[in-house]
């Protein structure tokens, strides 16, 4: 079992969930986060003066799989999420050691 | 008693009234979420006090030039010229929305550091006391009035909104600017919480607009329109150099300082918004909103930290606006110096300007001191941390 975390542009959320969706994957959790990664955040104005916008509004997806799927998962993420521009997101991915369906208690990769 | 005039004006005194709405969300849109209780709440109690003092003192000091009159006893029944008298209880209570819109122009430049309560003492001073004595020269029975002397304050300008702005610079010299504005050895942007909520606002204040300037007539007669007309040329015309001069300034139009535009010409145009033409009118609102970009950066760098722009748009316009009379005005006997009238009408503008400047900031600064000294002006640093609303009220504004 793997978990992979992608950190998105906000507005790729519906388009990958929706390609998800169609190739099939066991659950989905996403979260709004604020981040910087090496561009260090942006500059807005207020009131005729430039301010830092350190912490850039981006979405985490965090989906856990088994390790058959992963590669296709990271694919498809890649695919909508990239614009080619600075800030188009990370993905990371982890080894899953166990995983319980609250429901059953089941474990293992029959519960994901 | 003539019906339609006395309606007219009621119906002008509440869209002035409901001018409060729009500066508490302004205001409220202006600051950070963790001060918009405290700030809708001295924009909610003002117009009370605004009432109590008014009605209480500041009243008959303002139109009767003494103690006759408190608690609005002893009064005429009809005020006004002949063929257009009003009741006077539609008089007072138009009088007492201009005093309360004097009132509250402070509340958002002290903004995210003032305690509520010397915020609440300073307010019923204000009204009771210091703007009806200027009121009482300038609008009164007093000596500088259009009438005795021939000061073009038409709807107040500088019995308005120059009032509220020298007592709202008073205030920040007083409190000092918030925390973080002049970190880092640097001045830092501090920005608003709703950029919606401050356009609603600055909406309501446009149309509120329609009733302070038209209304000020005191009758519903052939100058309303005009007025009307020039209020709105005025307002424009800030608005677009406005946005104009901070797109070339700062490579965006920056659309806080759009809104305060539209106000600074608003403010401008009070003063003339009778006697000057419609060009008039709009050549004072284009020199409005300009002015208005470099007062913003003036007072930032000068240390003057003003979150909601109360001193660019009502205290440098509402000066600026009064002088523009004596240039622009169109009126027989009363020519400004683009209309062949000389420079007796600059001087008479500058008198009242410079007559409220000295009664106004000196007397501010001295309640604001004083107030400091017996209850205190500024918030603690943990609380103004935290936020006022949790500190000062008790309540935040959005709760889940």
Not at chain 2, 8 to 13: D, K
Not at chain 2, 70 to 92: Q, T
Not at chain 2, 159 to 169: T, Y
């Amino acid at each position: 079992m793997k978990k992979i975390e992608a950190i998105i542009r906000p507005d790729k959320l519906e388009a990958i969930v929706e390609r998800l969706s169609e190739l099939g994957y066991p659950g989905l959790t996403y979260t709004e986060v604020h981040g910087h990664g090496r561009q260090k955040g942006m500059k807005e104005l207020f009131r005729g003066r430039e301010y830092d916008i350190k912490f850039i509004p981006k979405v985490k997806i965090e989906i856990v799989v088994n390790d058959s799927k992963v590669e296709d998962i990271i694919d498809t993420i890649v695919n909508i999420a990239s614009t080619g521009q600075i800030g188009d997101g990370k993905i990371f991915i982890t080894k899953i050691e166990d995983a319980i369906r609250v429901r059953t208690k089941e474990r293992g990769e029959g519960a994901i | 008693m003539n019906l339609l005039d006395t309606m007219w004006v009621l119906i002008a005194g509440l869209l002035v009234f409901f001018m409060n709405a729009g500066f508490a969300f302004v205001e409220s849109g202006f600051v950070r979420t963790k001060n918009v209780v405290n700030v809708l709440a001295k924009n909610f109690i003002v117009f009370a006090l605004s009432t109590f003092a008014f009605w209480t003192i500041g009243y008959s000091v303002m139109f009767y030039g003494g103690f006759s009159a408190i608690f609005y006893s002893a009064v005429n029944s009809l005020v006004g010229p002949e063929n257009h008298k009003i009741s006077e209880m539609a008089f007072f209570f138009f009088q007492l929305a201009f005093a309360g819109t004097a009132a509250t122009i402070v509340s958002g430049a002290v903004a995210e550091r003032i305690k509520f309560m010397a915020y609440i003492v300073f307010s019923l001073l204000l009204v009771a006391v210091i703007y009806p004595i200027v009121g009482y020269f300038l609008w009164g029975p007093g000596p500088l009035s259009r009438a005795s002397f021939g000061f073009i304050d038409f709807a107040g300008s500088t019995v308005v909104h120059s009032i509220g702005g020298w007592e709202a610079l008073a205030g920040v010299i007083v409190l000092g600017p918030r925390l973080g504005k002049y970190s880092g050895g640097k001045i830092n942007a501090i920005p608003g919480h709703s950029i919606p909520l401050a356009t609603l606002g600055t909406f309501i204040l446009w149309l509120g607009w329609f009733g302070f300037n038209p209304g000020s007539e005191l009758a519903f007669d052939e100058a309303v329109p005009l007025i009307a007309m020039n209020t709105n040329l005025a307002a424009i015309a800030a608005m677009l150099s406005a946005t104009a001069v901070s797109w070339v300034k700062f490579k965006k139009p920056d659309y806080s300082l759009m809104m305060n535009g539209l106000l600074a010409g608003l403010v401008a145009i009070t003063a003339g918004c009778y006697d000057v033409t419609p060009v008039g009118a709009f050549l004072i609102g284009l020199m409005a909103g300009v002015l208005l970009i470099f007062g913003v950066g003036f007072f930032d760098r000068i240390g003057i930290d003003d979150p909601v722009g109360a001193t660019s748009v009502h205290l440098l316009n509402g000066v600026f606006g009064t002088l523009m009379v004596g240039f622009f005005s169109a009126t027989d006997g009363m020519k400004g110096l683009f209309y062949g009238g000389g420079t007796a009408q600059i001087v008479k503008q500058l008198t009242g300007i410079g007559f409220t400047a000295l009664v106004v900031f000196p007397a501010s600064l001295i309640i604001w001191l004083i107030i400091r000294m017996i209850l205190g002006v500024r918030v603690s640093e943990k609380e103004e941390i935290e936020g006022l609303d949790v500190g000062e009220m008790g309540t935040e504004a959005y709760n889940s």
